[in-house]
């Protein structure tokens, strides 16, 4: 005879939101803006910092505002494709699916916040500076921190569509 451990029961964490255990929260706004302001002071810090180093400020691409946009279109598709699926036809995701484009979408809600303000804050370091290439730097940056504003609205649009609506007949 094997001698196995009791089973012991996990203490559970009194939880004052009235939902079942195991359901996920959706992204709180103010932890987005705690990213976006992140981002913010990082993105003005780029630029003086990189001129007491003696060294150019990166110079934004169209590449990059780009694929911020072409990213707030997949998700705003996926958002839109996960709505259809789940409200309006009544199919069911698997719960791995349904988990893996939640995560995604709070990944995804998180980076493009903080990007957002990095991009708006080496932006607005732009503003009046005499330097050649300063105009570009202001207007590709501002085209890229609004594609990353969208990509952050798609990512928490997926996020409700990833919810299941509850069935008042179901039993508990």
């Not at 694929?67 to 996960?82: F, K, N, R, V």
């Not at 957002?116 to 890229?144: H, Q, T």
Request: proline residues 8%; contains cysteine; glycine residues 6%.
């Amino acid at each position: 005879m094997r001698d196995e451990p009791p089973e012991v029961e996990e203490p559970r964490r009194p939880d004052d939101s009235g939902e079942p255990p195991g359901n996920l929260r959706p992204t709180a706004v103010p932890v987005l803006l705690g990213w976006a302001v992140a981002g913010l002071v990082a993105g003005w810090a780029l630029h003086s910092l990189c001129e007491r180093a003696g060294t150019v400020p990166p110079l934004v691409s169209w590449a990059q505002p780009v694929a911020l946009w072409l990213m707030a279109a997949i998700l705003a598709y996926t958002a839109w494709a996960t709505w259809r699926s789940v409200q309006v036809r009544r199919e069911r995701l698997l719960p791995h699916q349904a988990v893996n484009r939640f995560v995604l979408a709070r990944a995804c809600a998180m980076v493009a916040a903080l990007v957002a303000g990095g991009y708006l804050g080496y932006a607005l370091s732009w503003i009046d500076d005499p330097a050649e290439m300063a105009g570009d730097r202001l207007v590709r940056s501002l085209v890229a921190a609004a594609g990353a504003v969208v990509a952050a609205v798609a990512a928490l649009v997926l996020e409700r569509a990833c919810r299941v609506r509850t069935d008042p007949d179901a039993k508990a």
